[in-house]
């Protein structure tokens, strides 16, 4: 069974920062692309940033470049993802899910999807 769960989330101050984890499991994790995807209340989901499998190529939307940082560790099948900087829209719950880079990301079913840790930016 796949299993993608993340954590990290929780309440901070504008300017702060956040490390969002995500724990694979179910599957060979270093094979795989991966993406954090987030959803601000009220809206639609936003790509944030991937990472692909092997050389580990990182990529960011424009929104977080600079302040965000996607990395892995496929020792311990884990997904991160560093946040600086952070202001009131970033607030949303971030998942991370696999995704396959080809130009573009392409996201699997949502079995390859986690539930979900929401951030919150506020004073």
């Known amino acids: 069974e796949v299993l993608l769960v993340e954590s990290g989330g929780g309440l901070v101050q504008p300017g702060g920062s956040l490390r969002l984890s995500c724990a694979a499991s179910?599957?060979?994790?270093?094979?795989?692309?991966m993406s954090w995807v987030r959803q601000a209340p009220g809206k639609g989901l936003e790509w944030v940033s991937g990472i692909t499998s092997g050389r580990g190529y990182a990529y960011y939307a424009d929104s977080v470049e600079g302040r965000f940082t996607i990395s892995r560790d496929n020792a311990k099948n884990t997904l991160y993802l560093e946040m600086n900087s952070l202001n009131a829209e970033d607030t949303g719950v971030y998942y991370c899910a696999c995704a396959a880079f080809s130009g573009n990301w392409y996201f699997m079913g949502s079995d390859y999807w986690g539930k979900g840790t929401l951030a919150t930016i506020s004073s």
């Open positions: 179910g599957f060979t994790f270093s094979n795989y692309d």
